[in-house]
C-alpha cells in the first residue's frame, strides 16, 4: 500500500537538567529496495529506551534499531506477526545479555514502541510502561495498559506486547513516551485542538524540570518520508511559505537530521554480542525548514510577518530561585575577593619594589585588577594539569586492574560459558580503562582477550589492507569477481560493470577504457547490468566476463576490446523476473534465478544457445520469490534466502528419480553457547560462493559484522569451518558501521571485500 502521509519526529532528550537534540534508540525509515512478503508498504518508528546500570553507547543503540528494521523488513506474513517477532528477538537479546552481565551485578530493562504505519493506519506494539498518545482536532486518546505490556524486556522469556492502532489524518500528532511525567498526562488528556509542533514542544518542556525521554511525531500529506527533526528555537519566526510549498516541508520547530540519531556523549559501555539481523538505515537530505505543518489553521492564518510566539508564563520554581539565588551570592563572593586582592597587591607591590614606586606614579588599578585576574586562572590551570594527569591515571589503574582480575578469572576453566564471560568481562573494563589512557600493557591485553574469544568462535583474524584508488562517488558494489591480474566490480547505481587493474597488489588502478555497460551491441538493446560472472581463460568469445541485464541478455565484455551481446532463448513458459544467475565450477553450465524457477543452460565454451530446461522436477521449494542468490558445484544447487536459512537440491539425471531438495538445510554449528539449526544465531547472509578450484567450501558473506563464513556444504547440512574477519584495529577504524556489500575470491587465495564503498585485500587466506 502506498505511503499517504509524511512523518516528522521531535525528540525530547533531557539528562540531569541539560537539554539534548538527538534521542540514542530513536529510528524512523522507509521500506528499503528488497522485503520480504508482505512487508512493501511498511513504514517504520523504533523507539527504544533502556534503563539500568548496564550502559548502551549510541552507537550501539543504532546498531540495535537498525538490526531490528532490517529484521523486521525479512520476515513474511502477518504484520502483528512480524510485529511480534520483532520484539522476541529484542526480549531475548537483553535476556541473554543480562544473564551475562550478572556476575558483574549489571542489568537492563528495556521499555520498547514499536510502529508500522500502513497507509493511514499507524499499528503500535508496546512493550514495558509505555505511554502513546494520539492527539488529534476532535480530542485525545490515550494507549497504555501496564498489565499487558508488563515491567519491560529483557526479564526471561516472557514477551508482553501491548497492540493498539489509530487512523491518522494530516496534521495529527502522536506523542510516545518511554516514561510519562506526571504533569503530562493531565495536560495531554485536556487537550482540545492542535498545536503546532513548535508550540507543542515548547509547553511540554514547560511544565516539568524531570528528565525526558519521548518522541513527537507530526504528520502531513505527501508520499512516506520519514525525518527526524533536532529541536532548535529560532530567534526570529520566520515567515510561513506560500501553501504550494508547505507539502514539502518539515513542521516548524525543526531541522533535517540524518537518522538513526547518535548524541554527542559517549559513554563507555558493556560490549553487546551481535543480534539476528541485518543492518539499514533510513536516508535524509540536510535542509532548514521552519514552514508551520499542513494542518495547522493558526499557522497557516498568521501574516507573513508573525511575531515570535510568546513563551509561556509561569513562576519560577523553586529550585530555579535556589540555582539563581546561590548564583549571585557566589558573585558576590568573587567580588569581595577581588577587593582584598586589590588592597593587599597595593601593599605588597612597595614592598617587593619600593625603587619603582619611589621613582613613578603607583600602579594603576587596571593593571591590579589584570594581575588579579592572572593569578588564581594560573592556579586553576596548574590544577586541573594536576588532575587531568594523575586522576585519568587513578581510573585507568582501577580499571585495568579489574580488566586483569576477569582473565585470570578464565585461566584454568574448562566451562565454555565461564570462560567467555570472563573474556567478554576483560573487554568490557578495558574499554572503560582506554576511555582515559591507551598503553602498551592494555593493547596486549586486549589483543589477548579478542584472541581467546576468536578462538571460541573460530574466527581467523586476516591482515585486510586497504586497496588504493578511487571507485568514485555514489558507487554501490553488489558483486564482484577476481581474475589473476584484476578485479571486475559490479556496479548497482548504474548497472554497469567496473575494471581495476593491480599494478602492484594492492595498488588499483581504475580501467577508464573498459566498457561493460547498457546499450545497443550488435544490434540487440541490453539495460542495466544485474550480475556478473568471471569467465575461463578458454571461451569462444575470448571474454574475460559475463554479465548479464533484467530481460535475460548476456554481455561478453573483454578488456581492450567491444562488447558482445546474446540473448538467451527464453523458456516455453516464458521468465517471471530474472533475478541473477551464476555458473558452475568449469564454467560449462550457466543456472539462470527466475522468480519462481532455476533455469539450466548447457553450453560449451562459455556459449549458452540451447533451449533451458527446469532444474526442479516434482519437488520446489518454498518462497522461491525470496531467494538472493544461487551456488553450483556438480550437480548440486544451493539457494540462499533473505531470511538466512539455505535450501539444498541434486539434480537427478535419471527420469525415474526426480530431483530431490532439502529446505530447509540444517547449519551444523559446533561453537560454545551455539546450537545448530535452519539458521546461524548470529548471522543473517547476503550472498554465497564457492572458492577457488580445487576448494570445495561455501563462502557466505555477513555484511553486518564483514565477516566471510567458511562452511563444508553437504546435501542435508552445512557444516560451520570457521569465519575469516579483518583484525580488531581494522574493524574499529575503517570498518565500524559499515555494511560489507560484496566479496569475490582471487585464484591465488586472496580475498576481496567492499567495505562502505572501498574495497580490501587480503592475500594467502587459509
Known sequence: MPAELDLHLLPFNRVKGQEWPQLPGLLATAPPRRVARGREGDWLIVYLSLAGNAPFTSSEYAQLVGQLAERFY???GALTSAMRSVVEILNEFLTERNRKL????????GRFIFGVLRGRQLTLAQSGP????????????????????????????ATPIYFSQMTLQPGDQVLLCAELPAAWQAALEAERGLASLEA?????LSLTDEDLNAVLVQTQAGKGRVEILQAMKPAVEIPAPPPAARESAPPAGGERVVAPVVPPAERPASRFSRLMAQPAAPRAGESVAAAPPAGDPAAAARPAAAAPLPEIERPPSARRRQVYGGLARFLQRVRLLNERIG?????????LLPGLYREGPPLSNAFLAFVAVVIPLALVVAASTVYVRYGKTSQYEENYQLAVQAAVGAIGQTDPAVVRHAW???LYYLDRAEVYLVTQESRELRRIAQSALDGLDGIVRLDFRQVSGSLGEGRRITRMAATEDGLFMLDEASGEVLHALFTQQPELRMDDFFRCRSGVYNGLQVGPLIDLAALPAINTRNADVL??????TLLYCTVGGEPVAVALAAPSVGWTGVRNFSLDSDGRNLYLLDQHAVWVYAGTLGEFTELPISFFSEQVPQNMDQVIDLAVSGDNLYLLFQDGHMAACTLSRLSVVPTRCTDPLTFVDERPNHLSGATITDAIFSQMMFGPTPDPSLYLLEPLTQAVYRFSPHADAMTLQGQFRASADLVQAGFAGQRATAMAFGPNRSLFLCVGNKIYYAGAVP
Open 200 to 204: 507543542r514542544r515548547r509547553k511540554l
Open 130 to 157: 509505555t505511554h502513546a498518545f494520539h492527539l488529534t482536532p476532535a480530542g485525545v486518546q490515550h494507549f497504555h495498559d501496564e498489565t499487558l505490556s508488563g515491567r519491560g524486556l529483557g526479564h526471561g522469556s
Open 343 to 351: 588592597r593587599a597587591m597595593r601593599e605588597f607591590w612597595p614592598r
Open 74 to 76: 525479512q520476515i513474511p
Open 102 to 109: 550478572s556476575g558483574i551485578s549489571q542489568q537492563s530493562s
Open 547 to 552: 554479465a548479464m541485464d533484467g530481460n535475460g
Open 424 to 426: 567478554e568481562s576483560c
